[in-house]
């Protein structure tokens, strides 16, 4: 009896590798895009734990260049990382449409401050040119950048915002 399991579930794992075909050459990714200084960004989904309101964030003494400060997120504390600076732009003054975008990077959750989310966009791996083909000297925390229909989306490395090696 346990053999004709085995065999049944075998045949289940046949049949369902026949019908998912051959691998994907060109694979598609969702990547969420937000703005910075009026331009888009990206950010893999898959490192995106989720976006939330900005409330109050605390200055802490002392901490590293690019550290906004601080927030609660239901009772559990979030570093907030200013993108902008870390991009040479100049700081965030937040209005009700910025938000935190919580990310796993480094081996560790923080929130990434940004002016604005505004939506999600799918993006095949043959779009996205290298970084240094457009953007000369930003590439130090792109993955890459794609064209499109609406201008140009700079796609975002969350570990190399940190200065922190892949996860």
Known sequence: ??????????????????????EVEDPERLWIVFELDGEAY???????????????????????????????????????????????????EPTSAARIVRVLAGGRSLGFLVDRVTGLRKVRASQIEPAEVVIAGMDACLSGVVEGDSGLLALLDADKVLGTPGS
């Open 42 to 92: 990206g950010l893999p989904v898959e490192r995106v734990v989720e976006v939330l309101r900005v409330e109050e964030i605390r200055h802490v003494p002392q901490a590293p260049e690019h550290v906004r400060g601080v927030t609660n997120v239901r009772g559990a504390i979030l570093p907030v990382v200013e993108v902008r600076t870390r991009l040479g732009l100049g700081p965030l």
């Open 1 to 22: 009896m346990t053999g004709d399991l085995l065999a049944f579930a075998d045949w289940v794992a046949e049949s369902s590798a026949k019908q998912a075909g051959p």
